[in-house]
């Protein structure tokens, strides 16, 4: 019997840097809808639905016909967020799509599935994509993934790593962790509820709490990355500049939206 997968966008309101970013607009449509879209694109999911506590967001969400499910207000991450709507749902793998990526290549986060159906030992995978600039490659605010030869991460920075100690590199710096998550039920509803742990709080990445506790991730490379990733003011107009730029070179036939309930 195929396994039943499901994916949870997590959303809220608040952000220090955009206020209200799942609402913010993108060709007229905000954010959040974007994502919704495109997640629901991946042909293996049974399920996908937005978290949030904000009623503003699922007033949206409902205007456009997704699926919304209203979670507490006192989660510390988005993984708590997806977690809660995890317990109530019977799917063997999880997937955690972050609301800010209106981008996102749906081939990503099915390679991300497929990782989890191939390997059963594995209880959580993420993504990467090469780096070929070095300003990225050093940019704090650009999270990069080392991995072993199997595919297994090693270490998540906001660092430049790995580091070349010449100073010069051909073709890739490194990789691009993509904030995009697949979990297995019960490791996730596990994880949740573990404590932070001392690399992630100087981080800032949750994901070296399962890494810090002896829990492998998988990691698949792709070249089918998120775009631009909105945390800011000036992200958003670049966003609405690549989506205006996109729809000019696009044909004049629009594909139907999948709908997933």
């Known amino acids: 019997m195929p396994q039943r997968i499901i994916a949870v966008i997590p959303a809220r309101f608040a952000s220090s840097r955009l206020p209200g970013k799942p609402l913010a607009l993108i060709g007229g449509k905000p954010m959040i809808q974007h994502v919704y879209e495109r997640v629901c694109q991946v042909p293996q999911l049974d399920y996908v639905c ?151 709080e100087a981080e800032a990445l949750e994901q070296l709490r399962a890494l810090e506790r002896g829990f492998k991730i998988g990691v698949v490379e792709t070249t089918d990355g998120v775009g631009i990733e909105v945390d800011t003011l000036e992200d958003l107009r670049q966003a609405e500049q690549a989506l205006a730029s996109s729809l000019e070179r696009a044909p004049a036939a629009v594909a139907s939206r999948v709908e997933k309930r």
Request: with cysteine; glycine share 8%.
């Open 50 to 200: 937005v978290a949030t506590d904000d009623e503003r967001i699922a007033d949206a969400v409902r205007a456009f016909g997704g699926v919304v499910v209203l979670t507490s207000a006192h989660h510390r991450c988005g993984t708590e967020r997806v977690a809660e709507v995890a317990q109530k749902h019977e799917a063997e793998l999880v997937l955690n799509v972050q609301g800010d990526m209106p981008f996102v290549q749906p081939r990503a986060i099915q390679a991300i599935a497929e990782r989890l159906q191939q390997d059963p030992e594995l209880p959580m995978a993420t993504a990467k994509v090469p780096i070929t600039q070095r300003q990225i490659w050093e940019s704090p605010h650009v999270v990069k993934v080392v991995t072993d030869e199997r595919g297994l991460a090693l270490y998540f920075s906001r660092s430049p790593i790995p580091y070349w100690r010449d100073g010069q590199r051909a073709g890739v710096w490194g990789y691009k962790h993509l904030g995009i998550y697949g979990f297995r039920r019960e490791f996730l509803l596990r994880f949740a509820g573990f404590p932070p742990t001392p690399l992630e």
